[in-house]
């Protein structure tokens, strides 16, 4: 697979506004399977990832890496060209040095925002600002509706939503919302987003 843009990303969340956010082997085998077209990988060793983004690729699907999450792979330059190396489409983390260090290297990135309160929103907004992702991932999701206001007018970036998806109605309250998609760790949604 070739490297992959931002806009394979919006593609593919346009054909299915759902990412598949997996922590196990077992996941990963019934997200290979599904209409997910980008798998997110949140667990595993970041040492031995190569052969796991191959077999993403080889169903047809982007592989993004959370740098944060891996073992074994630091979210630094040289973490972020290990997962580069290793064929990740793409790198996702909460750090803007991580985001940086991912535009630097090619791939696409994509920052994480924790949103516990509004102090919080303000805090991540001004980081996207500095780090200048391609896209960004609020966390928890479910809570986009009520702070979509605060948010989408300050991001010049799609907005993914992850954290707590866990329906079909979920998933048309995001996108009515302003997300471009939705990532879970719900397989029911990897096949029937909404």
Same mark, same amino acid.
């Given at each position: 697979?070739?490297?992959?843009?931002?806009?394979?990303?919006? *593609?593919?969340?346009?054909? /299915?506004?759902?990412?598949?956010?997996?922590?196990?082997?077992?996941?990963?085998?019934?997200?290979?399977?599904?209409?997910?077209?980008?798998? /997110?990988?949140?667990?595993?060793?970041?040492?031995?990832?190569?052969?796991?983004? &191959?077999?993403?690729?080889?169903?047809?699907?982007?592989?993004?890496?959370?740098?944060?999450?891996? $073992?074994?792979?630091?979210?630094?330059?040289?973490?972020?060209?290990?997962?580069?190396?290793?064929? *990740? $489409?793409?790198?996702?983390?909460?750090?803007?040095?991580?985001?940086?260090?991912?535009?630097?290297?090619?791939?696409?990135?994509?920052? &994480?925002?924790?949103?516990?309160?509004?102090?919080?929103?303000?805090?991540?907004?001004?980081?996207?600002?500095?780090?200048?992702?391609?896209?960004?991932?609020?966390?928890?999701?479910?809570?986009?509706? *009520?702070?979509?206001?605060?948010?989408?007018?300050?991001?010049?970036?799609?907005?993914?939503?992850?954290? /707590?998806? &866990?329906?079909?109605?979920?998933?048309?309250?995001?996108?009515?919302?302003? @997300?471009? @998609?939705?990532?879970?760790?719900?397989?029911?949604?990897?096949?029937?987003?909404?």
């Amino acid at each position: 697979m070739s490297q992959a843009s931002p806009s394979d990303f919006l *593609a593919r969340f346009a054909a /299915f506004p759902c990412g598949a956010a997996v922590k196990t082997g077992d996941e990963l085998d019934a997200a290979v399977r599904s209409r997910a077209g980008a798998v /997110f990988l949140l667990r595993g060793n970041g040492l031995e990832l190569a052969p796991v983004i &191959r077999r993403v690729h080889d169903a047809g699907k982007l592989a993004v890496v959370h740098v944060d999450l891996v $073992d074994g792979v630091a979210s630094d330059i040289a973490g972020v060209r290990w997962l580069a190396r290793s064929g *990740a $489409d793409a790198v996702i983390s909460s750090q803007g040095q991580a985001v940086r260090a991912v535009r630097a290297e090619g791939l696409v990135a994509i920052q &994480r925002l924790l949103c516990t309160s509004g102090a919080a929103i303000d805090l991540a907004l001004t980081a996207v600002s500095r780090s200048q992702p391609h896209i960004v991932e609020l966390l928890p999701g479910v809570i986009l509706p *009520a702070v979509a206001d605060l948010v989408l007018p300050r991001l010049g970036v799609p907005l993914l939503a992850g954290g /707590f998806v &866990r329906s079909g109605d979920d998933v048309r309250r995001l996108i009515a919302a302003g @997300a471009l @998609a939705v990532t879970t760790s719900e397989r029911a949604l990897w096949n029937a987003a909404g």
